[in-house]
Nanobody
Framework: QVQLVESGGGLVQPGGSLRLSCAASGSIFSINSMGWYRQAPGKQRGLVARITNGGSTNYADSAKGRFTISRDNAKDTVYLQMNSLKPEETAVYYC????????????????WGRGTQVTVSS
């Protein structure tokens, strides 16, 4: 019904920048909040940043001041601008969205993309 596709990951040197994109498609009535999460090998998935439909944002403490989440509601797309990247931020970055599906229930569904690899290394 709904697909989230991430792009923009890759290899970057410490201190470098990347911009991730996530486009939602499918039987979408509306999208509530959207967010980015990351998971490093052997660790649990954790929040990086999240943004509501109205534009309110929430960041992990480690991301504040360096990362910026934004969205284009007309394109059902969310972005994550990552600056001053650190090696410990190497992980698979996943897109998430709360989506109201057309002809669906009163409650939104929780959808995940398959992830995009970000590697920060010299």
């Amino acid at each position: 019904q709904v697909q989230l596709v991430e792009s923009g990951g890759g290899l970057v040197q410490p201190g470098g920048s990347l911009r991730l994109s996530c486009a939602a498609s499918g039987s979408i009535f509306s999208i509530n909040s959207m967010g980015w999460y990351r998971q490093a090998p052997g660790k649990q998935r954790g929040l990086v940043a999240r943004i509501t439909n109205g534009g309110s944002t929430n960041y992990a403490d480690s991301a504040k001041g360096r990362f910026t989440i934004s969205r284009d509601n007309a394109k059902d797309t969310v972005y994550l601008q990552m600056n001053s990247l650190k090696p410990e931020e190497t992980a698979v970055y996943y897109c998430n969205a709360d989506v109201y599906v057309r002809e669906g229930s009163w409650f939104p569904g929780d959808y995940w993309g398959r992830g995009t690899q970000v590697t920060v290394s010299s």
